[in-house]
């Protein structure tokens, strides 16, 4: 079992910057897949961007690419995304997630149901 804690949400004025943790219980960290979605309003949970075990890989919503990054650190448990050049439309509840253990299918999908374990979101807010 991974327990996954979000922080670092906030609000931002449109072109700022935000940097999200989530820090993951448990010794199996290393062996999941991490992923980052988000939900707005009204609307469905999407996918933001994921990252392998190793961190080697990564991939983006073709909406924040190239403004956001993630990225992990295995010895302190943690996943960061650091989004840069916010607009009112990242306005969102952010979510971490993390994959089956040792499951190397999970990187290549968007879909929220390929993740095992979700936290508990953090808002980020965007002002004009």
Known sequence: QVQLVESGGG????????RLSCVASGR???SHAMGWFRQAPGKEREFVTAINWT???TYYADSVKGRFTISRDN??????????SLKPEDTAVYYCAAG???DYTTIF???????AYWGQGT?????A
Do not use: E, H, W
């Not at 609000?11 to 935000?18: I, K």
């Not at 302190?76 to 650091?82: E, R």
């Not at 808002?123 to 002002?127: E, H, I, N, P, Y």
């Open 11 to 18: 609000l931002v004025q449109a072109g700022g910057s935000l």
């Open 123 to 127: 808002q980020v807010t965007v002002s």
């Open 75 to 84: 010895a302190k448990n943690t996943v960061y995304l650091q989004m840069s």
């Open 28 to 30: 199996t960290f290393s």
């Open 55 to 57: 961190g080697g890989i």
């Open 100 to 102: 089956p253990s040792r």
């Open 109 to 115: 999908s968007r879909d929220p149901s390929a993740y």
